[in-house]
């Protein structure tokens, strides 16, 4: 598979069909979700696929790793899920063909302790994209530390391949099944991604083996190795596969993308 030279940026977008809606989520930070999340969408895009990336994060990386400058973000997923503002208005394209983002906003910080006030606050987000987004195949969600779950068809968890992984996992997994019993019964575990796998580290092969031992077949066979590449990317404002299309971060996000869409078509999705 290989990435389609980059063209000029879509015009229209149009937006109705059931895109699968995908939270990109882990409690712990610095374990490769935002960077997963915006270059695993480069992948798709690239196989062909329309793909929305939702940030939910104040900090908006991936806005930033898409290359969409604060000036430009006028309307966020902030007023999105205020009500303020439709989908419609608030998705950009990118510079990646059949890409497109609805960028973050600073606010979003305080915007748990803002909802509390909400009826049914929980769905706030289901209701601002669940019917607006047929137009899309997938849809991924990057979400923050607090979690966005209730609006998601399935979880897809990086974890990088330090000591304290599984911890964190056993956590996230019991609050999936939370969410599931309690809020969202569609809500399923797709899959773990190693991220940050360094060969030359033993303790990344024991915990990429403790993993898989805990989750057997919903670890993704693909794992992402630390790169040098895929940490300068974000500085230019672009996915790894656009930055480096060659280097090792780069094909292995390819390889995932290749995984995901095989396991979503054996899925029937």
């Given at each position: 598979?290989?990435?389609?030279?980059?063209e000029?940026?879509?015009?229209?977008?149009?937006?109705?069909?059931?895109?699968?809606i995908v939270?990109?989520?882990?409690?712990?930070?610095?374990?490769?979700?935002t960077?997963?999340?915006?270059?695993?969408?480069?992948?798709?895009?690239?196989?062909?696929?329309?793909?929305?990336?939702?940030?939910?994060?104040?900090?908006?990386?991936?806005?930033?790793?898409?290359?969409?400058?604060?000036?430009?973000?006028?309307?966020?997923?902030?007023?999105?899920?205020?009500?303020?503002?439709?989908?419609e208005?608030?998705?950009?394209s990118?510079?990646?063909?059949?890409?497109?983002?609805?960028?973050?906003s600073?606010d979003?910080?305080?915007?748990?302790?803002?909802?509390?006030?909400?009826?049914?606050?929980?769905?706030?987000?289901?209701?601002?994209?669940?019917?607006?987004?047929?137009d899309?195949?997938?849809?991924?969600?990057d979400?923050?530390?607090?979690?966005?779950?209730?609006?998601?068809?399935?979880?897809l968890?990086?974890?990088?391949?330090?000591?304290?992984?599984?911890?964190?996992?056993?956590?996230?997994?019991?609050?999936?099944?939370?969410?599931?019993?309690?809020?969202?019964?569609?809500?399923?575990?797709?899959?773990?991604?190693?991220?940050?796998?360094?060969q030359?580290?033993?303790?990344?092969?024991?915990v990429?083996?403790?993993?898989?031992?805990?989750?057997g077949?919903?670890?993704?066979?693909?794992?992402?190795p630390?790169?040098?590449?895929?940490?300068?990317?974000?500085?230019?404002?672009?996915?790894?596969?656009?930055?480096?299309?060659?280097?090792a971060?780069?094909?292995?996000?390819?390889?995932?993308?290749?995984?995901?869409l095989?396991?979503n078509?054996?899925?029937?999705?």
């Amino acid at each position: 598979m290989s990435l389609a030279a980059v063209e000029a940026r879509p015009r229209t977008v149009p937006v109705m069909r059931r895109a699968r809606i995908v939270a990109v989520a882990n409690q712990k930070g610095g374990v490769g979700k935002t960077t997963t999340a915006i270059n695993l969408a480069t992948a798709l895009a690239a196989a062909g696929h329309r793909i929305l990336v939702i940030d939910l994060d104040a900090q908006g990386n991936a806005s930033t790793g898409l290359g969409i400058v604060r000036k430009a973000r006028a309307l966020t997923s902030y007023e999105l899920i205020l009500g303020e503002a439709e989908l419609e208005s608030t998705m950009l394209s990118t510079d990646v063909p059949r890409l497109f983002i609805i960028p973050a906003s600073p606010d979003l910080a305080g915007a748990d302790l803002e909802f509390t006030t909400r009826e049914r606050r929980e769905f706030l987000l289901s209701r601002a994209i669940r019917s607006r987004v047929g137009d899309f195949d997938e849809v991924l969600v990057d979400c923050p530390p607090s979690l966005k779950l209730v609006a998601a068809d399935s979880v897809l968890v990086p974890l990088q391949c330090e000591f304290y992984a599984l911890e964190g996992l056993s956590q996230l997994v019991r609050t999936i099944e939370r969410v599931q019993r309690a809020l969202n019964p569609r809500l399923e575990l797709q899959g773990v991604v190693l991220t940050m796998y360094d060969q030359r580290n033993n303790l990344c092969d024991l915990v990429a083996a403790d993993v898989r031992s805990y989750l057997g077949a919903k670890v993704f066979d693909t794992m992402i190795p630390r790169n040098v590449r895929i940490a300068e990317a974000p500085s230019h404002g672009k996915p790894v596969l656009i930055y480096d299309h060659g280097c090792a971060g780069s094909q292995a996000y390819i390889r995932l993308a290749a995984e995901v869409l095989r396991r979503n078509g054996a899925a029937g999705w």
